[in-house]
């Protein structure tokens, strides 16, 4: 096959530049073309993103040889589909729009305009050996991916055989083509669809991978060397936006064909659950699966899993986990895992791991020595936690206990990016210990406050009890001062953290109450030799925002042991989001915090500035709204000051700073009192005396206002917060329609039309609250606290988000309201328009525009239209009576006709 290989590698270039010479021949030989309709097919555009990612995944294959790889891979990344697409640009430009479908190929043309017949017939003799090669290149990828399949051993051995004199896996080639053959009768339609939902799916699973991984370097268990070379810019939005646009374009696609890509999805997914992971596991020792020589894999009924890291801290790991082990019958699992860099093979760490099994292999000697059930296992993979999950999956594991040492965070106490990691992923319940701890104790403390981890906490106090004889005590504190039905209810809730669980009835349970639950924590944990917590014992929302208690008390005490409880699937996605959350967002340091506080605590003191700049902005805003003018009413909410304060009260409402929260709401109050004045004063004084558009669109607030307000206080927080974005304030002040609805109230009550000043006062309070709520929940996400963060802290500031959340939710009953007349409204018009339409095509009009008004009794139906001649009042009747039965309604019908004449047929010259 070498000869051959070396003739098709000299035809590729010959190829390219007979292209090049037909398109620089050619071109200019082109006739013009007027650009028509292209046939809406989807087979051109995946075809470019099927080339766009080849040339994506060669850079990314070959980035080791591209020289400042982290400047230089993101600009290439980058440029290839945008090459691509201007290249597709380029070709329907000049060959026309019809060149874009998928009978023919562009090059035709250029071939006929270069040389005629035989520049056609070389373009269609050039495209046949390309695709000749291009089906040699994909099958040979094919069989290529097969074989190393198979060497994981998801394929059977036999199918791996290589003929000795062509050096080629030959039957594995007879399968594919075997595999092949049968498309051959599937429609090039279906068999299209079918594979591009296939692409689309590997894309959604690339993009997904790239969207769950943190957004800070070394995160996520992964070591220094397993990082990845570069970073894709705007991560993780563009990944993000892809996936989402992947996922629509799968809905296009019909169900049919999304039927089919299913159903080979899942056939993959059989096989691989009922055959090759199993195989994949057998054929992994050896190659990144170790152990020592003679030993195999028991069937032991409980398994711990120990991965060793430190010598250190191994005996103290080993002994608790075989003690662990002994009580319930078991045997335990010394892992320890080797890491190679990702452009690196996995069968290339066999050399480390041989080297470094030493160390394993004396911590295990030591704990054998001792009696404990302990084997040993070495393992090679990308990264310390993917090894631990794998192994955890792979062994049959129960439990995982691991050594993990306290950091420092933005917002709380972190176990470290492995233990993140494994947490995260991990198949079976979890402990780990702080490396400071005790080996043996005495007396164990678990405290509870009915959290879904904290049974496992105790189930696992009980098991250990039996080998070290020590006493339980199980905590509740009550957080505040307690009545006796509150206590009882306490009680209740630790009894039934212990139900049914064997060695019940020697738990000490304890209930007390205290003001601050961490203090008391702590004071508590300190008169024991080991506390075992579950973790996460708040809601995701406490987690994200206050941090999480368990960690922030391993902080405090070093014989801390947190224990995660197996739960599901589903606990696992729940902890994967909740760690991409909290990955995803940023945290403002001290200065910053102080900057913010700084500067929305001066914006929010009322001085003559912000006065003038309210009875300027009013001014303007008023007349705008006279005026029906747009321009000028976004020229007002430029100049008005009203957003600080307003963010202000927001921050003081997260910090309970009471002396913030008494300036922001004096400079609203007087700000929105001064605009409504002056706002009445402008419409006094105008010889407008109407209700415009303008006006009717600040006094018809509904669901969508709140939602519009809602994104206005996260961006207004999260711009005054981050200085680098600051920059897109004026855009969130004209979101916010703070002093339009003011203006519009003003200049109503003026005219004496209150029923539109009461609808700009709706619109106003819903802005206010709308703002001040999530202005608040972005300035928590960020970072800014009270300066004392204790649980009372906790409990007002929940007290004080849920007034202003139920003050949001009184304010939307009645855009609610609104909201479903407006829909109701526009679905009337939409059937009046249909109807209109029908019927007016049959009397040779045509029809222009629809008001709809609701009247007492009756709906006002008012259309304007074209027509040839005036319709009779019979047939205005007519229209009037099919509307009234298509509607279910009283339509009354009045209708405006803009006569149509038309110029005599003139002769052809």
């Known amino acids: 096959l070498a000869p051959i290989r070396r003739r098709l590698s000299f035809f590729l270039p010959l190829a390219f530049l007979v292209v090049v010479v037909l398109v620089v021949v050619g071109i200019p030989r082109l006739p013009a073309i007027d650009e028509i309709p292209a046939r809406s097919d989807h087979g051109p555009t995946v075809a470019l993103l099927l080339a766009a990612f080849v040339g994506m995944e060669a850079i990314a294959n070959h980035q080791s040889e591209i020289r400042r790889r982290v400047t230089n891979v993101p600009r290439l990344l980058l440029f290839v589909p945008i090459a691509a697409a201007a290249l597709a640009a380029v070709l329907v430009g000049l060959l026309g729009s019809h060149s874009a479908s998928v009978e023919g190929s562009p090059l035709v043309p250029l071939g006929e305009a270069a040389a005629g017949d035989a520049g056609r017939a070389a373009v269609l003799v050039l495209s046949f050996f390309v695709l000749l090669i291009s089906l040699r290149r994909a099958t040979t990828m094919v069989v290529h991916n097969l074989f190393v399949m198979g060497r994981d051993g998801l394929l059977p051995e036999w199918l791996q055989h290589v003929q000795p004199r062509r050096r080629v896996p030959a039957r594995l080639g007879l399968l594919v083509g075997l595999l092949v053959l049968p498309l051959v009768w599937i429609p090039a339609a279906s068999l299209s669809a079918i594979s591009g939902l296939l692409y689309l799916a590997a894309l959604m699973a690339v993009n ?29 939005w563009v990944p993000a936006l892809v996936l989402a646009v992947d996922f629509l374009a799968v809905l296009v696609a019909g169900p049919g064909p999304l039927l089919g890509a299913v159903a080979l999805l899942g056939l993959g997914g059989l096989v691989y659950v009922v055959y090759g992971r199993g195989q994949r596991i057998e054929a992994q020792e050896g190659i990144t699966v170790f152990r020592p020589e003679g030993e195999e894999p028991s069937a032991a009924g409980f398994r711990v899993l120990v991965p060793i890291a430190d010598p250190e801290s ?60 302990v084997h040993a296992l070495t393992r090679v993979a990308r990264n310390v936690s993917r090894g631990i999950v794998d192994a955890a999956l792979d062994e049959g594991a129960d439990l995982i206990v691991l050594g993990w040492r306290a950091e420092r965070r933005a917002r709380l106490v972190s176990p470290g990016p492995i233990v993140d990691a494994v947490m995260q992923d991990a198949p079976c319940d979890v402990v780990a210990l702080r490396r400071e701890g005790p080996r043996r104790v005495r007396s164990l403390l678990v405290p509870t406050a009915g959290g879904p981890h904290a049974r496992s906490a105790a189930r696992l106090a009980l098991q250990l009890t039996e080998a070290w004889q020590a006493q339980v005590t199980l905590l509740y504190v009550h957080p505040g001062p307690a009545s006796e ?35 008391e924590l702590v004071a508590e944990a300190k008169k024991h030799d080991l506390v075992l917590v579950g973790v996460s014992r708040e809601g995701l929302f406490d987690r994200i925002v206050f941090g999480s208690l368990p960690l922030q008390l391993a902080s405090r005490v070093p014989a801390v042991a947190l224990v995660q409880g197996y739960q599901g699937l589903a606990g696992i996605w729940m902890r994967r989001v909740l760690r991409v959350v909290q990955g995803w967002l940023p945290a403002l340091s001290r200065d910053e915090q102080l900057d913010v506080r700084q500067m929305l605590a001066r914006d929010s003191r009322p001085g003559v500035d912000y006065f003038v700049l309210i009875v300027l902005s009013c001014v303007i805003a008023s007349l705008g709204l006279l005026m029906d003018s747009p321009a000028l009413v976004i020229g007002a909410m430029l100049v008005a000051p009203l957003m600080s304060p307003v963010l202000g009260f927001a921050l003081g409402l997260v910090e309970g700073d009471l002396r913030l929260l008494r300036l922001s709401v004096e400079a609203v109050f007087k700000g929105a009192t001064l605009a409504a004045l002056v706002a009445a004063f402008v419409g006094v004084l105008s010889p407008l005396k109407i209700v415009t558009p303008e006006m009717l669109a600040q006094s018809r607030p509904n669901l969508l206002d709140m939602a519009v307000a809602l994104a206005s206080g996260m961006a207004g927080a999260y711009a005054v917060a981050r200085k680098d974005v600051s920059a897109a304030l004026p855009g969130v002040a004209i979101a916010a329609t703070l002093t339009p609805a003011l203006a519009t109230m003003g200049v109503g009550a003026s005219g004496g039309d209150f029923r539109v000043a009461a609808g700009a006062l709706l619109l106003f309070v819903t802005n206010i609250a709308a703002i001040v709520l999530a202005a608040g929940l972005v300035f928590l996400v960020l970072g800014m606290r009270p300066g004392s963060w204790g649980e009372e802290s906790k409990r007002q500031l929940r007290q004080r988000l849920i007034a202003i959340l139920l003050a949001l939710l009184v304010v939307a009953v009645p855009l609610a309201l609104i909201m479903v007349g407006v829909v109701r409204d526009a679905g009337l018009e939409r059937e009046a328009r249909d109807v209109l339409s029908r019927e007016l095509s049959g009397i040779d009009g045509e029809l222009v525009a629809v008001e709809i008004e609701r009247q007492d009794g009756y709906v006002l139906v008012a259309a304007t239209a074209r027509a040839a001649g005036t319709p009779s009042q019979d047939e205005v009747d007519r229209l009037a009576a099919v509307l009234s039965e298509e509607l279910d309604l009283t339509v009354w019908l009045e209708m405006a006709i803009l006569p149509i004449v038309r110029s005599a047929p003139m002769e052809a010259p």
């Open 485 to 519: 039905a509150g206590m009882a209810e306490s009680r209740s809730r630790l009894a039934a953290t212990v139900e049914g669980l064997e060695g019940a009835d020697r738990v000490e349970q304890k209930v007390i109450s205290a003001p601050d639950v961490l203090e």
């Open 314 to 373: 191994a005996g103290k790991l080993l002994g608790i986990a075989g003690d662990l082990a002994v009580a319930r019958g078991g045997d335990v699992v010394a892992l320890h895992v080797v890491t190679v860099p990702e452009p690196v093979p996995l069968e290339a760490g066999r050399w480390r791991a041989g080297t470094e099994r030493d160390r394993l292999e004396a911590a295990v000697g030591e704990a054998q020595a001792a009696g404990l059930p």
């Open 208 to 236: 997904l991978a790239l969207v769950l991984q943190p957004g800070r370097p070394g995160a996520s268990g992964e070591t220094p060397d397993a990082r990845r070379g570069f970073r894709l810019p705007f991560h993780p």
